[in-house]
């Protein structure tokens, strides 16, 4: 069983920056970010291979940033210019194989957006 670890979420005021931080408990082959905020459904926010290759969605892209320490089976998202509707909950998925999204998934970790 895999489990996934989600930190560094938080309150944090618009144009703010906040560090996400997902621990794995073995080395996957993808991992990445959904965001779920209320009332919406579970998006898609990116994704990292074990070689670095990155897919993410063109209207986030230009203020996250999402890379991965493979010795430490951690994956970070970076979260810059921070707006109000960037709140939600953040989540890890992953998965040992080239799955999107993967079979894995955290708990879970609230970002919010507010002055």
């Known amino acids: 069983q895999v489990q996934l670890v989600e930190s560094g979420g938080g309150l944090v005021q618009p144009g703010g920056s906040l560090r996400l931080s997902c621990t794995a408990s073995?080395?996957?082959?993808?991992m990445g970010w959904y965001r779920q905020a209320p009332g919406k459904q579970r998006e898609m926010v990116a994704y990292?291979?074990?070689?670095?290759?990155?897919n993410a969605v063109n209207s986030m892209k230009d203020r996250f940033t999402i890379s991965r320490d493979n010795a430490k089976n951690e994956v970070y998202l970076q979260m810059n210019s921070l707006k109000h509707e960037d709140t939600a909950v953040y989540y890890c998925n992953a998965d040992t194989i080239a799955r999107i999204p993967g079979r894995y998934w955290g708990q879970g970790t609230q970002v919010t957006v507010s002055s």
């Open positions: 073995r080395s996957l082959f993808s």
């Open positions: 990292i291979t074990s070689s670095g290759d990155v």
